[in-house]
């Protein structure tokens, strides 16, 4: 009797995880959706200079992110992300040009009105994903801070 309610108790729990586990996957989703304005960027171990940083806004619509820059567009992602893990994770493959679905790992964070992305976009194994918030010289990891874009 006390095995049976045990299972049934381990049961439920672990399906109380896993519906928690995918509330916070739609949460996030619903979260990351809209327009971010960079606040923070090194790659490669290297700051940016501020009036680059201010350039770059992303936009994250559905599963798809783009990257806006003055002079136009840049090349349009699509994303897959895992908030059960930590850190959060997060997949960026490009939907076209020389890379087009080469996938990139990166590990993402959402609170405090900040959402930080860091994605080893230019490393020689995109596929190796970082275990924290920093970069190191010649990595290929890029990691930025943003914050939701003032409504103009």
């Known amino acids: 009797m006390l095995h049976r309610v045990l ?86 493959s490009p939907i076209d040009g020389p890379d087009k679905g080469k996938m990139a790992a990166g590990i993402y964070s959402l609170q405090n009105g900040q959402l930080r992305l860091c994605v080893n976009i230019f490393g020689q194994d995109t596929a190796l994903r970082p275990t924290e918030f920093k970069t190191q010289p010649g990595n290929g990891v890029i990691f930025v801070t943003l914050e939701r874009a003032k409504r103009k």
Not at 12 to 26: E, P, S, T, Y
């Open 7 to 92: 299972s049934i108790f381990a049961a439920c729990f672990f399906a109380a995880v896993i519906a928690l586990a995918g509330d916070k996957n739609a949460n996030d989703a619903n979260n990351l959706q809209g327009t971010w304005q960079a606040v923070d960027l090194e790659a490669n171990g290297q700051k940016s200079p501020d009036d680059q940083v201010k350039e770059l806004q992303i936009v994250i619509k559905g599963d798809e992110v783009l990257a806006l820059k003055p002079d136009g567009e840049g090349r349009k992602c699509k994303f897959k992300f895992d908030s059960s893990k930590t850190p959060n994770t997060i997949d960026v």
